[in-house]
């Protein structure tokens, strides 16, 4: 038979549900106080760590035992992630072999709470043995690995949000977004853009959010343009054949004059129609978009406008570069 579990404590004063909220806000307070005291606590050793993980050629090794390094794990994959080489190394396997993940080429940032963590010991060394730039996250002054380390980045002492002060709450949030710092000035420092962001980011809504008109503008001979003068009847094949929708009417310069739509098409049906010239028929001065666009940007002009096609033009220029249909918009993922 099963023994009957131990009913819940309740606090007295407040009923069931409001002592749960008061917990839970209790730990955002006293979370939001620690990075406060961070952020007000930085100093001339952010600088240096900034320093030395902006001059490495190598990776950012991040490491830590326990939860730190569940947060070790999590700002490696930031760092990499901003245009800044990082993985992880648990530091129990590196003293079995893992020690030749790192180079000299590298630079350590470890984490510990105390300071003290065994585990680290053996990695700490091998940075000293070879001249490895060490950083250490700790909230303990004076301990064994702020002793070995080049730069230390002190956490405030600030309560764990743990009401017994024994689980890494506090602490571990107030490293994780030094870690996030750290990661954020890199990336600044850098002139990390955008674009970069995508390269590493191709996958997902977030890839796509971040792609360029120009990366999928169709070009070259693909674009359906046509001259002013050119008759109907020999317009409505080049609209057919490059399956858009549409034709870009153009001067004899190329600039684009013009554009006819299949609704352009339905609107002019007259007997002479195909005798008629581009010229006569096409809507003057269409949407165009710069290839340098986010294609976000090209959905929403196409909605507000209520088109399916855009040429993409320079900026100051006429002259066509591409074009656009909603359908490759909408292959991307992009709404």
């Given at each position: 038979?099963?023994?009957?579990?131990?009913?819940?404590?309740?606090?007295?004063?407040?009923?069931?549900?409001?002592?749960?909220?008061?917990?839970?806000?209790?730990?955002?307070?006293?979370?939001?106080?620690?990075?406060?005291?961070?952020?007000?606590?930085?100093?001339?050793?952010?600088?240096?760590?900034?320093?030395?993980?902006?001059?490495?050629?190598?990776?950012?090794?991040?490491?830590?035992?326990?939860?730190?390094?569940?947060?070790?794990?999590?700002?490696?994959?930031?760092?990499?992630?901003?245009?800044?080489?990082?993985?992880?190394?648990?530091?129990?396997?590196?003293?079995?072999?893992?020690?030749?993940?790192?180079?000299?080429?590298?630079?350590?940032?470890?984490?510990?709470?105390?300071?003290?963590?065994?585990?680290?010991?053996?990695?700490?060394?091998?940075?000293?043995?070879?001249?490895?730039?060490?950083?250490?996250?700790?909230?303990?002054?004076?301990?064994?690995?702020?002793?070995?380390?080049?730069?230390?980045?002190?956490?405030?002492?600030?309560?764990?949000?743990?009401?017994?002060?024994?689980?890494?709450?506090?602490?571990?949030?107030?490293?994780?977004?030094?870690?996030?710092?750290?990661?954020?000035?890199?990336?600044?420092?850098?002139?990390?853009?955008?674009?970069?962001?995508?390269?590493?980011?191709?996958?997902?809504?977030?890839?796509?959010?971040?792609?360029?008109?120009?990366?999928?503008?169709?070009?070259?001979?693909?674009?359906?343009?046509?001259?002013?003068?050119?008759?109907?009847?020999?317009?409505?094949?080049?609209?057919?054949?490059?399956?858009?929708?549409?034709?870009?009417?153009?001067?004899?310069?190329?600039?684009?004059?013009?554009?006819?739509?299949?609704?352009?098409?339905?609107?002019?049906?007259?007997?002479?129609?195909?005798?008629?010239?581009?010229?006569?028929?096409?809507?003057?001065?269409?949407?165009?978009?710069?290839?340098?666009?986010?294609?976000?940007?090209?959905?929403?002009?196409?909605?507000?406008?209520?088109?399916?096609?855009?040429?993409?033009?320079?900026?100051?220029?006429?002259?066509?570069?591409?074009?656009?249909h909603i359908h490759d918009l909408l292959k991307a993922g992009i709404t």
């Amino acid at each position: 038979m099963t023994a009957p579990k131990n009913p819940p404590v309740k606090d007295e004063t407040l009923g069931g549900g409001a002592a749960d909220l008061e917990a839970a806000r209790r730990v955002f307070r006293l979370e939001s106080e620690g990075i406060s005291a961070l952020a007000d606590a930085l100093d001339d050793n952010f600088l240096a760590a900034l320093g030395m993980l902006s001059g490495v050629t190598g990776r950012v090794i991040v490491t830590g035992m326990g939860k730190s390094g569940h947060i070790a794990r999590k700002i490696a994959a930031t760092l990499a992630s901003t245009g800044s080489p990082a993985h992880y190394v648990h530091p129990g396997e590196a003293s079995h072999g893992d020690l030749g993940m790192i180079t000299e080429d590298d630079a350590v940032l470890a984490l510990s709470n105390s300071g003290e963590t065994p585990e680290l010991q053996d990695l700490a060394e091998y940075t000293r043995r070879y001249s490895i730039p060490l950083i250490v996250i700790t909230s303990k002054a004076g301990s064994t690995l702020t002793e070995l380390a080049d730069a230390v980045l002190l956490l405030p002492a600030v309560p764990e949000a743990c009401p017994m002060g024994l689980a890494p709450t506090t602490s571990t949030t107030m490293s994780l977004a030094l870690g996030d710092a750290l990661a954020v000035a890199l990336l600044e420092r850098k002139g990390f853009s955008a674009q970069d962001f995508r390269v590493l980011h191709p996958g997902g809504k977030l890839g796509s959010s971040l792609l360029r008109v120009s990366d999928l503008m169709h070009e070259d001979d693909a674009v359906p343009l046509v001259e002013a003068d050119i008759a109907m009847h020999d317009v409505i094949p080049v609209m057919s054949e490059k399956r858009f929708g549409c034709v870009g009417v153009i001067d004899h310069s190329g600039d684009l004059l013009g554009i006819i739509t299949d609704g352009d098409l339905r609107r002019t049906l007259v007997e002479n129609l195909l005798s008629r010239s581009a010229s006569d028929v096409m809507t003057q001065s269409p949407q165009s978009i710069k290839p340098q666009a986010l294609a976000a940007e090209a959905v929403a002009l196409m909605n507000e406008r209520k088109i399916t096609n855009l040429f993409v033009m320079a900026e100051g220029s006429r002259k066509p570069l591409g074009v656009l249909h909603i359908h490759d918009l909408l292959k991307a993922g992009i709404t």
